[in-house]
C-alpha cells in the first residue's frame, strides 16, 4: 500500500485478513493482427458492482467492514491490483505447439483518488489532481527503472465502458512488452510525426482549450466522437519532465475537459482516459499525450463498436473532429 498527501499520514493501519495476489494467467500471440493478448481466467471471480456499504475502495472504520485501505482516512492511496492481468511471478505458460506464448509479467496499481465514494477527475479539485499527477509520475519511475517497457496510468468511467467499482479510482499497467498501438506510435514519432504540426494553421479548430503550452484537441484523425487529447505543444516523453508551471496546467486541463464532457452530454460521460507516455528507449523522439475516449456520439447515445469497427479495426467517426472541438469549446464560453 502506497499512500500519497501533502502531509504526514498519522493514521495506524487497521487489522487486515491476509490475502494473496493472484499470479496466474499468460500472453498468446495473435499471428493475424501481430499482437500480444492477455489471457487471465483468474479475474472472472473479481468484484462486481459492490453496494455502497461494501465498497472495497473506501476507508476501514474501527469495527466496520473490512476494505482495501486499512485506514480511517487518506488523501490518496494505491496498491496492487489482486485481479492482476499481469504479474512479476507469473507462471511459465505449458508449450503449445500452435501457440506463441509468453509469461504474462508486469504489474497492475489501483489507484484511489480518495476516500469519498463518488466524484470524477473534475469534481475532485485542482489539488487533488496535482497529488494523482504527483503519484502517477512516482509509479511512472519506479516501474521503469524496474525494467517494464511500457507503463500506462488509465480510468474507465461509466457502465457502458464496463465499470465494476464506482468509487472514483484508475489504474496503472506496467508491461514487460511494447504494445502493438504504441509501438506504431514510437515508431512515427522516430520517422517525425510532430504534434505541434497538426495545431499550427488551420489546425488552430481542432483546438478545445489551450493554458501556456498545453494543449487540449480533437486530433483530425480521432476514432471517437468527442475524442480529446491533452498535449504540450514541447516534446516531453512523460509527465515527469514537465516544469511546475506545465504540470499545473495540464491538471487544470484534465479536469477541463472532463467538467466539458459532462456539460456537453448533460450526464456523468462514459468514457476512457490514459496516459500514453514512451515506452522504455524512446524517449528521445516519443511525444506524450493524453487521451480521453468518450463512448457517446450524443446525449444518451452510446458509439458502439460493431462489427465494422471489430472485424477490422476501421472505425467509423459519426462526428467530424472539428465540429466535436467547436462544440466544446463553446461549453467554456458558456460557463
Known amino acids: 500500500m502506497r499512500l500519497y498527501g501533502y502531509g504526514p499520514h498519522d493514521h495506524k493501519s487497521l487489522p487486515q485478513t491476509p490475502s494473496e495476489v493472484a499470479a496466474g494467467g499468460e500472453l498468446r500471440w495473435h499471428p493475424l493482427r501481430q499482437e500480444w493478448n492477455i489471457y487471465a481466467p483468474h479475474r472472472q471471480n473479481r468484484t462486481f458492482k459492490p453496494s455502497i456499504a461494501d465498497d472495497p475502495l473506501a476507508p476501514t472504520l474501527p469495527g466496520g467492514v473490512e476494505t482495501e485501505i486499512p485506514f480511517e482516512n487518506f488523501e490518496l492511496a494505491i496498491f496492487e491490483n489482486k485481479f492482476t492481468s499481469l504479474h512479476r511471478d507469473a507462471p511459465h505458460p505449458s508449450s503449445n505447439k500452435i501457440l506463441e506464448k509468453s509469461q504474462a509479467l508486469g504489474h497492475c496499481d489501483v489507484v484511489v483518488y480518495g476516500p469519498e465514494a463518488s466524484g470524477n477527475i473534475y469534481t475532485i479539485g485542482q489539488s487533488k489532481r496535482r497529488l494523482l499527477a504527483a503519484a502517477w509520475i512516482d509509479r511512472y519511475q519506479a516501474l521503469l527503472s524496474d525494467g517494464h517497457k511500457f507503463v500506462i496510468p488509465f480510468e474507465n468511467r461509466g457502465d457502458e465502458v464496463g465499470v465494476t467499482l464506482h468509487h472514483p479510482h484508475g489504474q496503472i499497467y506496467a508491461f514487460s512488452i511494447i504494445p502493438t498501438v504504441q509501438m506504431k506510435a514510437a515508431t512515427a514519432f522516430e520517422k517525425g510525426f510532430n504534434i505541434r504540426d497538426i495545431l499550427s494553421g488551420d489546425g488552430s ?131
Not at 234 to 255: A, I, K, Q, R, V
Not at 306 to 324: H, K, L, N
Open 205 to 335: 479548430a481542432f483546438i478545445v482549450n489551450k493554458i501556456g503550452d498545453m494543449v487540449a484537441f480533437c486530433p483530425p484523425f480521432a476514432r471517437f466522437p468527442f475524442e480529446v487529447w491533452i498535449a504540450p505543444l514541447n516534446h516531453h516523453p512523460g509527465p515527469w519532465s514537465f516544469s511546475d508551471t506545465e504540470l499545473e496546467d495540464y491538471c487544470f486541463l484534465l479536469g477541463d475537459v472532463t467538467r466539458r464532457y459532462d456539460k456537453f452530454f448533460e450526464r456523468d460521460t462514459a468514457s476512457m482516459m490514459s496516459l500514453h507516455a514512451s515506452p522504455l528507449g524512446y524517449e528521445r523522439s516519443f511525444h506524450f499525450t493524453t487521451q480521453f475516449y468518450p463512448i457517446l456520439r450524443d446525449k444518451n447515445r452510446v458509439k458502439y463498436l460493431a462489427s465494422i469497427e471489430q472485424s477490422t479495426g476501421v472505425f467509423t467517426v459519426d462526428v467530424m473532429p472539428e465540429f466535436a472541438a467547436q462544440q466544446l469549446r463553446d461549453i467554456g464560453d458558456r460557463v
